[in-house]
């Protein structure tokens, strides 16, 4: 913009043309031989052995993460087992104290189903009988 209030555009241009330098002409180097490159065969094999390396290790890493699944199951089913046995020895303690002969006479009594003299008797008894 500030060309245009100065006077021509085109004016500008061409100064800023004829005042830049001239460029030196850089000498052509000599062409220099291409690097060779490898045979094709030579390739193939590279690659095919690429290619074995890369299923080699596909397969190592499916038979990981199958490994991995399987003790992630083991793991778990350990955890259901040490749970399901505190729960078989809660059940086994109670069942213990609800067969225990003192408190089926205790239950018998408050039904009602037998005396108290007689249940004391008989248990007495038993308890005798099992001593000899």
Same mark, same amino acid.
């Given at each position: 913009?500030?060309? !245009?209030m100065?006077g021509s555009?085109a004016? /500008? /241009? +061409?100064?800023?043309?004829?005042? #830049?330098?001239?460029?030196k002409q850089?000498?052509?180097?000599?062409?220099?031989? +291409? *690097?060779?490159t490898v045979?094709?065969?030579?390739?193939?094999?590279?690659?095919?052995l690429? $290619? $074995?390396l890369?299923?080699?290790?596909? =397969?190592?890493q499916? $038979?990981?993460?199958?490994? !991995?699944e399987i003790?992630?199951?083991?793991?778990k @089913?350990e955890?259901? =087992?040490?749970?399901? %046995?505190?729960?078989? #020895?809660?059940?086994?303690? %109670?069942?213990?104290?609800?067969?225990s002969? %003192?408190?089926? =006479?205790e239950?018998? =009594?408050?039904?009602?189903?037998v005396e108290?003299?007689?249940a *004391?008797?008989?248990?007495a008894?038993? @308890?005798?009988?099992?001593? %000899?």
């Amino acid at each position: 913009m500030t060309a !245009y209030m100065h006077g021509s555009l085109a004016l /500008d /241009d +061409r100064q800023s043309k004829a005042a #830049a330098p001239a460029r030196k002409q850089q000498a052509v180097a000599a062409a220099t031989p +291409r *690097a060779k490159t490898v045979p094709g065969s030579e390739k193939a094999l590279w690659i095919g052995l690429a $290619f $074995f390396l890369f299923s080699v290790l596909g =397969i190592y890493q499916y $038979f990981e993460s199958v490994k !991995y699944e399987i003790n992630a199951n083991v793991v778990k @089913a350990e955890a259901e =087992i040490r749970a399901l %046995e505190a729960k078989n #020895a809660m059940l086994k303690n %109670e069942i213990a104290t609800l067969g225990s002969p %003192e408190r089926l =006479i205790e239950k018998g =009594i408050q039904l009602g189903l037998v005396e108290q003299g007689a249940a *004391a008797a008989s248990y007495a008894g038993a @308890a005798v009988a099992s001593a %000899e």
